[in-house]
């Protein structure tokens, strides 16, 4: 088992033994941190699946209700006119003489208000499952995606504390702390994800042509569905910390991002089609963000810009002020 991490400055240079131990102790972690996540998720499955079920709950109209809904419901109103029936036997009862009839009436009126308790309350929406093992299997498959949503701020920040060794310290001013906002990023990706996204995507996908299907949402491609469209917006809310990186390191500057928006406006564009929900709605839920982060994003690498432009006269004068003075030859 690899021994503790220990802090690798720029100029350590660390044999390829050295590399692998380190990688191998991070995964380590990493992986740790999505058991340790994944036991939590499914101890406390309840919760979780209540969580996921809520969007369900306030994003279909009420004229939409899938047939369990509409059958309970129409149970309910039954329940009703048994309960006003059993009213109506109960009082005939008090008025009549005759002990037979009055007996049937009374049993009548039991009868009817049994029959009424028997109704299904209307409830929440739910997803259905189909198999035996159904509820298990997707319970756990639940636990392990909730395990990866909670564990990957962590895996992200392993990846970038990974890496951050080769930057010098100068460039470590920028990298460090945005690899501390990483988990924030990801945290306020997910969160804007519930809140936002994943609503308006279900309610137009299971409000779309309900009058021609009989809308039953099955458990399985659901929780996928409503997961991965949470961890995809927590790793889109990256976009600030890559971009920052590439302008600092000098692969593209800031400059040609701003003068190439049309590419970047593609590029979000394919990106959405590709992520989970191709519906027009949950694509533009989710292309709205990644370019105000685009835009965000060129305005603090200009920034950075600007601070490493005033910066790099004050460093010239210090090199000059360090440079020994010219010997003079005496010609004498």
């Not at 503790?4 to 033994?17: G, I, P, Y």
């Not at 006003?84 to 002990?99: N, Q």
Request: proline share 5%; charged share 20%; with cysteine.
């Amino acid at each position: 088992m690899a021994s503790a991490l220990r802090s690798v400055a720029h100029e350590d240079r660390l044999s390829l033994v050295e590399h692998l131990t380190e990688l191998r102790v991070r995964i380590v972690v990493c992986l740790v941190a999505f058991i340790a996540a994944t036991v939590v998720s499914f101890v406390f499955n309840q919760e979780v699946l209540d969580i996921l079920n809520e969007p369900l709950t306030s994003t279909v109209d009420e004229g939409h209700r899938d047939p369990i809904q509409q059958g309970a419901g129409f149970d309910q109103e039954i329940s009703k006119v048994l309960g006003s029936h059993a009213a109506v036997f109960r009082a005939l009862a008090a008025r009549e003489d005759d002990t037979g009839a009055k007996s049937a009436l009374i049993d009548a009126a039991e009868e009817s208000e049994r029959v009424a308790k028997l109704a299904p309350e209307v409830t929440a929406r739910k997803p259905v499952t189909l198999g035996v093992s159904e509820p298990f299997m997707q319970t756990l498959k639940v636990a392990a995606y909730a395990g990866l949503l909670l564990s990957l701020p962590l895996i992200l920040y392993q990846v970038y504390a990974f890496v951050l060794p080769a930057f010098s310290p100068r460039e470590k001013q920028v990298a460090l702390p945005a690899m501390l906002a990483v988990p924030f990023l990801f945290i306020g990706g997910v969160v804007f994800g519930y809140f936002t996204v994943v609503p308006r995507a279900i309610e137009f996908l299971q409000n779309f042509n309900t009058d021609q299907f009989d809308v039953l949402i099955q458990a399985q491609p659901y929780y996928k569905f409503v997961l991965m469209l949470l961890i995809a917006m927590g790793l889109l809310f990256q976009i600030p910390v890559a971009i920052v990186a590439v302008t600092r390191v000098g692969i593209v500057s800031t400059s040609q991002l701003a003068h190439n928006r049309r590419y970047a406006i593609l590029a979000i564009a394919v990106a959405a089609m590709l992520l989970p929900g191709q519906d027009p709605i949950t694509m533009g839920m989710m292309m709205a963000p990644m370019y105000v982060l685009f835009e965000a994003s060129i305005l603090f690498s200009w920034l950075l810009d600007r601070r490493a432009g005033r910066a790099a006269p004050e460093d010239l004068e210090d090199l000059e002020d360090s440079e020994p003075e010219h010997l003079t030859i005496d010609r004498d």
